[in-house]
């Protein structure tokens, strides 16, 4: 057995209430590495194409990878699903604590299939488990869920990974939460929980960490990796911004750059920013730090309203959940955007996703494509932040019109129509992050965000379909304290395990094939019954607007800018121009077994 | 200062335990966590166990343990105060004892031959009820009285050295020579800590993070949101 | 036949030349210059791109700056040799999520 992985997943199948230990196939661990690249290989085999997301032959897998809980950004998990959201590959990742418990328990990853008959949580204690009765917990928020779970347990070490009220009311953004203050936002996995009636998956390990092949060496690098996210150098700028002011400090930053996003997208760059950013954020609201297993950085900043209608709203907003949320809804009201973020935080929903809904139907608003009337009553003006709560909280609940716009851009966009289509910031039915798509993704990679966008295989967010990122879903690690650059990560990988892949070799070579099985699902399913997948890869027509304010003034991507860089992404990653994978390419990286059921989907065929 | 004698039975009436029966030797230390800037980040129990274990991984060996507490979440450090009455080792039923107190270094020992680990459990059993929970059991390899000894010997004259104190990069741990009466340490379970730190700050703590928008007045309070 | 190159400096490295949105430079180049010749040309006409986007005395761009030349990240080469009609687009290094 390699070194670091627990060695085995655990299946329940709701249906049955029965509890299987799978054991780690060693040549997919060896190939997929773990995390989200394992759970994607289980993902293909243990699912038919065509599976119902929200149906009881849906799986959702929760994973960790060979070095969980071996260092500071290591407990960090994937959760990998059919998404009810898209249609497509379901994808999103968390924090916390809960995933080094479950390394600790014996677990490399929890196997959902099937469907209570009442609400239930999962308890799982080294190697007892449980189907517990979440009857008198349905209902709650986040946060009173765990408190009543580590009540019930007696055990104040208990890890809790929960959904809310939105995953319960099978929302398409619903999140998947842990420790009330780290989301599996995106994509809907918390709705395909509540669809299975499980409220919570509790999780107590005692076991430590798995043997691994050198450990020495493992401790070594991962002590290395606390001395460098505090260090002067490389990413020095960064872990101190992100210390002092949170990932919120990006938004001043980001709208200087002119790639901000506003307004639904309308523009970079807005004068007001500075009300919604870090440093205003830390004097105003600010009462807490909090870090993950390990991690020095403690970028988890939380925020409490104190005064005004709102006051005691108290919620640990970031980046895109602040972008999203405010700024897109042009809500420049601090204690707006804690309270509305305390709302999604607490009701388990993706904050960055109902962000750009709302926007999206400000602009149907103000252009008169969704009437008062419409929108049971709301007065759904910019900036209004009595309606934008309202508004999520309808949709958290599917209530009124919170239930049409539940379902997310997929669902709801065709029975609204008349040109919403247009300014719609979003690709393959899932919602833009908070960069603009003109602007060019500098994590290293030379496309703009609208590429990125176009051809993400979750849909349109920014974190994207890059060897980076799907290998830090992989190993597990996070990809935002850093400290351990590309060729380190390998390196611990490699003591951990007894592994010996190379730097930049197998690293690109791993990346490209996590990136195009992840495409291959996308296009067994179908791709969301749009083929072939160039053209359902595509954007909006406000995507391609000229900017004429501030910082973007001047600033433009035409469509022949995006598919010129399109065609480059798809070329660079082994994808024909209708971005389906080349048959040698799949071959080269050992998925020809993949090949059949693409075929069958049409995806050489005319 | 209000200095009490810390006793089992006014426990509740009294306010944070203050130290006041044995003054430490000249040069005797204690370990004297600042709560309200812990973030829950675990590294002093990584290298708690790295100090104690070895190059091993497993958070149920260290001293110190990371509670995090709802309504919240507040993360809360527990290990061992050095209660000036010690009630775990007046607890040890093993004569001599088992668990006692270097009276030259101050710090909390175990003799692990002769303690009776998890079957006794009557230290553990003390300190839980009376105080904080910081006594534990790891059977069936590591079966004795798994307490704080504030890393006696890992210094370079085998004086204690707590490495939580060294690794934390928040400076929770204060490790120090207390001045007669000056300072004070918890002694209580991570929920009371909890509660206390939210009278002395007033952060939030909440079962619900955020009302319904439909029970809040908004034109009250002036009806400014605020900005 | 004079050798031109376009250079794009995204905002806010287009602070550096006194603008608070895209700066687009025209420059000569001699046949077969580096990069690295290039950047060291501009930022001895222009003090704030030396302050803000190339370190002179280390002969090197400052650790967050990203250089793009026609569409493709330069990845630290700055022996690169740059022709007519390159486009190069300096930006700077961001993130947060």
Known sequence: MMGGYAGKHLEVDLTDGSFKNVPLDEWAAKTFIGGQGYANWLLWKMTEPGTEPLGPDNLLIVSTGPITGLAGGTDRGDATFKSPLTGLWGNSQFGGFWCSELKFAGYDGIILRGMAENPVFLWVKDDETEVMDARHIWGKGVAETDQIIKEELKDPLVRVLCIGPAGENLCGEASLVQNAQHYAARTGGGAVMGSKNVKAIAVRGTKGMPPLADPDECFRISENDVKTKWSERSMHRRTYRWLKFGPQASHVERADHGIGIFKNFDEGDHPDVPSLGGPRQLRMCRVRDDSCTYCPVGCIHTSLVRSGPMKGSYASPKWDSTANIAQQTSMFDMNGMVYCNAICNDLGMDAEGVGNTVAWAMECYEKGILSREDLDGLDLTWGNVEAEAKLIWKICHREGVGDLLAGGFKHFLPEVGRGSEDFAMQSKGCGFGGYQPYAWHTFGMPYRWGVAYSVNDIGGHHNTASASAYWNNSLTYCSFATGLNDRKKLDLLNAATGYDLTYPEDWNRYGLRFILFARAYNIREGYGGVMPPSEADVLPKKAFKKFTYGAAEGEQMTVEDWLEGRLRWYKDHGCDERGVPTKDALRDLGLEFTIDEMEKAGAWGT | ?227 | MTNEVKIEILPWLSRALGKKSKVTLTERVRKGESLKSLLERIALKHDGFGAMIYDIERGSPYDTVVIFVNNQSISGDLKLKIKNGDRIIITPFYSGG
């Open chain 2, 1 to 227: 200062m209000n200095i009490e004698r810390v006793s089992s039975e006014n426990e509740e009436r009294t306010g944070p335990i203050l130290w006041d029966v044995r003054l430490p030797p000249a040069g005797a230390k204690y370990l004297n966590p600042d709560h309200s800037l812990c973030t829950g980040c675990r590294l002093c129990e990584y290298y708690c166990v790295k100090q104690h274990h070895g190059n091993i991984i497993n958070p149920e060996l260290s001293r110190v343990r990371i509670y995090h507490v709802f309504p919240g979440p507040m993360a809360i450090p527990i290990q061992c105060s050095n209660c000036s009455d010690y009630p775990c080792v007046e607890a040890c039923p093993v004569e001599p004892k088992a668990l006692y107190v270097d009276e030259k270094k101050f710090v909390l020992k175990v003799d692990r031959e002769r303690c009776l680990g998890h079957r006794c459990g009557r230290c553990a059993e003390a300190c839980k009820k009376l105080r904080s929970g910081a006594i534990h059991f790891y059977p069936p390899e590591h079966d004795y009285a798994i307490v704080c000894d504030q890393c006696d010997g890992a210094g370079p004259d085998g004086e204690p050295d707590p490495q939580c104190a060294k690794s934390c990069p928040f400076g929770v741990f204060f490790y120090s020579t207390p001045k007669g009466g000056e300072g004070w340490r918890y002694a209580w379970p991570p929920e009371r800590i909890a509660r206390d730190l939210e009278e002395r700050f007033k952060p939030a703590r909440r079962e619900r993070l955020a009302k319904s928008p439909y029970e809040i007045d908004w034109a009250g309070e002036g009806g400014e949101t605020g900005r």
